[in-house]
Structures are given as structure tokens and as C-alpha cells.
């Protein structure tokens, strides 16, 4: 199982929008909405930021917001601010119970 | 509250072994599958498979067969992670992460332990 294909770094300034992609295949993202975002800051565990593709766990602020569109998903940060610099991954459903990840973006607000 | 709590860090030398454990608490242990995700210096998350807490069946991601295994203890809501033969480049930071899926909704990895950083090293 490949992992999933995330650009190595995104960047934007305060109150901007950025979005971070995430490729698969027909395999894995294009063919379950089960794809997951996380944000891991330096030294911490990763956090759970989308699930099944667009929702929001408890607690996550409105200004991340997830989207799929055939083998690639996004995950979108509006009004970027400087708690957001961090790295995420994106993560999706492989079929036979199997997870796979993506390599992982840092973002950088600048 | 819900939480994972893993085992301290360890330093083991080439070929010997290491468990690394994670003790849940706050919730129903049996109710959740348990995953573990490895992640090298500098690098990104890996997955690296899940146990069913309720049957105790483990699944491997490739690369993660052979020297790796999954168990439980569920009288203390434990699961644990065992690898065997150690090399050089199993220096990582080890996570269990809980998974919240059933057959109408799926929320994976939504609680995760801190880590447990495993350096091999002579």
C-alpha cells in the first residue's frame, strides 16, 4: 500500500485560506468517503481534525473544512492563524481493514 | 476523561526486544479497536495495523509482519505492542490511537496516546 501524496509544505498569512490536497487512488480515497485529516504539532500526538471526509470532531473549529473530489481530498484553513502552523496528514480507508497515510504537509503561517 | 496512557521511553541495543504498552481508561476498553502508528525521526505517521479489542484478532499493515505484534490484556484495558529483533531503524515514536468505527459511521483515530519514544542503539 503507497502512501498518499501531500505537498511537503504549504504556507499563507494570517486570515488567509489555504488548502492542502491529498491524492490516492481508485484503491483507497476514490473509493470510500472515509478519508481523515489530522494536525500534529512539533513534540505531540497528531489530532483528530476531519473524519469521513467533511465532518468536524467536537471542539474543532469551523475554519477547517474538509472536501473530496474523485481520487484526491482537501483540507481547507480559512483564516489561517498562527496556532495552525503545524504539520497534517491526511489519512483514508485502503479496503480489508487497512488504513494508509499520507506523507504529510507542514504548514507554515508566515 | 477519555485517555491512552503508553509506557516511558526505552533504549534497547540491536537484536533484542520491546513492549510497549497503552492503558485506556474512560471509556469501554472491548467497545473500540486499537491501532498503532509509527513515526521515524523527522518523518511522517506510518500505520502500522489494529487489534479488535473484542476477539483480540490483530491486522499488519505491510512492512509490519513477522517482528511486530499486537496484544491485549483486557482485565486492565491494556493493549501492547511487541518487536522483536530490533534494528537500527525502529528508532520511532510508537502511538496507540482508538478507533471509533461501526457499520453506520467510522471516526478512526479520534483518542491518541502520547507516544512512546523506542530508541535501538549499541
Known amino acids: 500500500q503507497s502512501a498518499l501524496t501531500q505537498p511537503a509544505s504549504v504556507s499563507g498569512s494570517p486570515g488567509q485560506s489555504i488548502t492542502i490536497s491529498c491524492t490516492g487512488t481508485s484503491s483507497d480515497v476514490g473509493s470510500y468517503n472515509l478519508v481523515s485529516w489530522y494536525q500534529q504539532h512539533p513534540g505531540k500526538a497528531p489530532k483528530l481534525m476531519i473524519y469521513?471526509?467533511?465532518k468536524r470532531p467536537s471542539g474543532v473549529s469551523n475554519r477547517f473544512s474538509g472536501s473530496k473530489s474523485g481520487n484526491t481530498a482537501s483540507l481547507t484553513i480559512s483564516g489561517l492563524q498562527a496556532e495552525d502552523e503545524a504539520d497534517y496528514y491526511c489519512c483514508s480507508y485502503a479496503g480489508s481493514t487497512t488504513w494508509v497515510f499520507g506523507g504529510g504537509t507542514k504548514v507554515t503561517v508566515l | 476523561q477519555v485517555q491512552l496512557v503508553q509506557s516511558g521511553s526505552d533504549l534497547k541495543k540491536p537484536g533484542a526486544s520491546v513492549k510497549v504498552s497503552c492503558k485506556a481508561s474512560g471509556y469501554t476498553f472491548t467497545s473500540y479497536a486499537m491501532n498503532w502508528v509509527r513515526q521515524a525521526p523527522g518523518q511522517g505517521l506510518e500505520w502500522m495495523g489494529w487489534?479488535?479489542?473484542?476477539?483480540?484478532?490483530?491486522t499488519y499493515a505491510q512492512g509490519f509482519t513477522g517482528r511486530f505484534v499486537f496484544s491485549l490484556d483486557t482485565s486492565v484495558s491494556t493493549a501492547y505492542l511487541q518487536i522483536s529483533s530490533l534494528k537500527a531503524e525502529d528508532t520511532a515514536v510508537y502511538y496507540c490511537?482508538?478507533?471509533?468505527?461501526?457499520?453506520?459511521?467510522?471516526?478512526?483515530?479520534?483518542?491518541w496516546g502520547k507516544g512512546t519514544t523506542v530508541t535501538v542503539s549499541s
Open positions: 490511537a482508538r478507533d471509533s468505527c461501526s457499520s453506520t459511521s467510522c471516526v478512526p483515530m479520534d483518542v
Open positions: 469521513e471526509g467533511s
Open positions: 487489534i479488535n479489542t473484542n476477539t483480540g484478532n490483530p
